[in-house]
């Protein structure tokens, strides 16, 4: 009789260490080579082919108090140690090792691995109808009829743990259409179900909503597409999710869920672990209860839509639905295009780097503004190389201009002894186009801000969002950034500083100043913004603080939050010439405020809603969410087309409006038809136009 056993040992120990489960080896080693000799019908271990499959490369060194060695443990239990460093080869590497001989039937093949990838060993086997095939894992495997599947755990003798599951659908549902995911209830539940499973045998799940009323949950879709928020209730149920009413509004699903983990947490025959489905700061008292009584507790959370304060938490296990229910964003969806067949790889474009060409470029350009001319004499350029250090002597800086104009960057008239540049030559341009992007974004910083430097990790954040700087090879990364700061430093166009940290001087920061005033002016007139990109910004801007302030009840927005909200729809400076238009109309103030959510001062923005300039976007925001309304209502489908004939409007308003409406989280366009829109109807500002009552 021909037995294998498989053990996955990789997966084994980082299995149980990812649950916080201590796995004495030896017992796990034995117990399994053990439980396949018993299950196999075998009389003695010797007759058991045991294979060990681990990158043995990691475990040469004992790990643990004891000094324990995975590889000698398993080498005295009489395994076969198989070295796979590469794990994407695993299957392969077994199969052509043990099993490639076709003329050997298995009689008892045995795998002990919760993951596919060695999972999928098993169909090549050479097996006949009488062989028995064994998993023993987390769950079934899928298409292989006749495998006998047991749990890992029950093989290892370790008592699963029991789970209990609360989900604030409101609040997952909200976050994750808040964060573009399309919000597919199959895979919502799907990926629910099998990650509660994962940590343990379920007892209990239930999920929080205002189950039934239109509108109060983001648009639910089947795979189809098709809108399925009336049925998601009875689609729980048939998977043992009880679907828990409670009113809309967050505190309703919170102290309804809070009062539930508790009472059930104090019960005698409470859960082992409790996962709770929302990432809102409000739970940390009742996870810190719930941990008190030595219970596990693990969170749900979207991303982006998670408290800082939960996601900080050492003692919560914290794990993302977008990740384990494997959701796709609308950009994405929208995006995604049949790749044609057999089409040519497109080249990669090299990243354009700063060199030595672009010191000549820079200088020959600053001299070019100096003179008013499109040629300066040589003597001249290789008189500046010199004096800022790019080159050591005058003939090394002859010899670069020289090197310059065979590549074409640069032209020379020797007749004359002038030089100018080759304006269209590629590396000309891109080499002024990183040069003003950075130095615009520098001075307008500086500027709109009042500031007297700006942080290097601040401007390399916002270089990352400049639109203008899109093209092949340019801003792929923090390191090409850094690259081209420390180069403008080097040139004597930037100047980097270290100054004490605000909040702790004894910590020293890199600042970024301008060198060259004069320079960062002739720079700084760039066509890049035009004022429609200041007036469409100004409109968001107004619209998302007068949203955040009414919602949250505060006076004013955090600046930094706004502008991240805004950056997908920011060019270069439209954020910040917006913002000081607005100041200078007398529409907002910005100034530094007292977070209540830190010690220290945060600089926000606020609205004077009595500022023409924010009257009248508020007014055309009002009347536009009154048309959706008319629409939802009267159950018209809410389009394009529909609103250009209800609003008076030209096309690129209505555009603009869709736009806002959607960055706002107003409005989703329905999966499947990119031309329709959804309304989300209770949503803050939705209800305030419409004038219903306040939540409470």
């Not at 990926?191 to 909503?209: I, W």
């Not at 700063?354 to 004499?377: C, E, F, I, K, R």
């Not at 955090?558 to 000081?580: C, I, K, M, N, W």
Request: charged letters at 25%; hydrophobic letters at 40%; aromatic letters at 6%.
């Amino acid at each position: 009789m021909t037995a294998y056993l498989i053990v996955d040992v990789d997966d084994l120990l980082q299995r149980f260490d990812s649950r916080g489960v201590t796995l004495d080896i030896h017992s796990a080693a034995s117990a399994l080579i053990n439980s396949a000799v018993l299950a196999a019908g075998l009389k003695a271990k010797e007759e058991l082919a045991a294979i060990a499959v681990a990158d043995w490369n990691r475990y040469r060194r004992p790990s643990g108090s004891a000094g324990i060695s995975v590889q000698q443990v398993f080498a005295s239990e009489s395994y076969d140690l198989f070295n796979v460093p590469n794990r994407s080869v695993v299957a392969d590497a077994l199969f052509e090792h043990y099993f490639a001989d076709e003329a050997e039937t298995i009689d008892e093949l045995i795998v002990a691995s919760t993951r596919s990838d060695l999972i999928s060993l098993v169909p090549r086997v050479n097996i006949t109808s009488r062989s028995r095939v064994r998993i023993w894992g987390d769950e079934p495997p899928e298409n292989m009829p006749g495998v006998i599947f047991q749990p890992l755990e029950a093989i290892l003798g370790i008592p699963s743990k029991t789970v209990a599951l609360y989900i604030d659908f409101e609040n997952i549902s909200i976050s994750l259409s808040e964060q573009g995911y399309i919000l597919d209830i199959d895979q919502l539940i799907e990926g629910m179900v099998k990650q509660a499973h994962s940590h343990g045998q379920v007892h209990r799940m239930a999920a929080y909503a205002p189950w039934g009323q239109r509108g109060s949950l983001a648009p639910l879709t089947d795979r189809t597409g098709r809108e399925v928020s009336d049925e998601t209730p009875s689609r729980l149920a048939r998977v043992n999710i009880d679907p828990v009413f409670s009113l809309p509004g967050k505190n309703s699903a919170d102290m309804r869920i809070a009062k539930e983990v508790l009472d059930d947490s104090a019960a005698p025959d409470s859960a082992d672990v409790f996962i709770v489905a929302s990432g809102d700061r409000d739970f940390n008292e009742v996870f810190s209860a719930v941990r008190a009584r030595n219970k596990q507790v693990v969170v749900w959370g979207v991303r982006g839509s998670t408290s800082r304060l939960v996601e900080s938490n050492p003692a919560l296990l914290v794990e993302y639905v977008e990740d384990f229910c494997r959701l796709r964003r609308h950009a994405d969806a929208h995006a995604a295009q049949p790749a044609a067949l057999h089409e040519p790889p497109v080249p990669v474009e090299p990243e354009f780097r700063p060199s030595q060409w672009s010191s000549v470029l820079l200088h020959l350009d600053y001299l070019l503004n100096q003179a008013g001319t499109d040629m300066v004499d040589l003597d001249d350029l290789v008189t500046r190389l010199v004096t800022v250090h790019a080159v050591p002597n005058e003939d090394r800086a002859r010899d670069l201009v020289t090197q310059a104009a065979a590549h074409g960057l640069v032209i020379i008239d020797h007749d004359v002894n002038l030089v100018g540049l080759h304006s269209d030559h590629p590396t000309v341009q891109n080499t002024f186009v990183v040069r003003d992007r950075i130095v615009h974004r520098v001075a307008n910083t500086l500027h709109v801000r009042g500031w007297e430097y700006v942080n290097y990790g601040f401007l390399l954040k916002g270089i990352t969002m400049d639109h203008g700087l899109e093209g092949p090879g340019l801003n792929t990364s923090d390191a090409w950034r850094s690259e081209w700061v420390d180069f403008l430093v080097r040139e004597g166009i930037l100047a980097r500083e270290m100054v004490p940290h605000r909040h702790n001087p004894e910590d020293l920061v890199p600042v970024i100043k301008l060198a060259s005033q004069g320079m960062a002016n002739a720079i700084n007139q760039l066509p890049g913004v035009t004022p429609e990109d200041i007036d469409m910004m100004i409109r968001r801007i107004i619209v998302s603080v007068e949203q955040f302030t009414s919602f949250r009840g505060f006076a004013w927005c955090p600046l930094g939050s706004l502008h991240r909200r805004l950056r997908p729809y920011d060019p270069s400076t439209s954020f910040q010439q917006a913002v000081e238009e607005l100041i200078d109309a007398g529409a907002v103030e910005v100034a530094e405020y007292d977070n209540p959510q830190s010690e220290y001062k945060t600089k926000g923005i606020s609205l004077n809603e009595d500022a023409p300039h924010v009257y009248a976007v508020l007014a055309d925001r009002n009347e536009v969410i009154r048309i959706l309304l008319e629409l939802y209502e009267q159950r018209i489908p809410i389009t394009r087309e529909a609103l250009l004939e209800r609003l008076s409007m030209d096309d690129d308003e209505i555009d603009l409006w869709l736009s806002i409406m959607q960055s706002e989280n107003v409005l989703k366009p329905a999966p499947g038809q990119p031309s329709v829109y959804t309304l989300f109807r209770t949503h803050h500002t939705v209800m305030q136009v419409a004038g219903d009552p306040a939540e409470h």
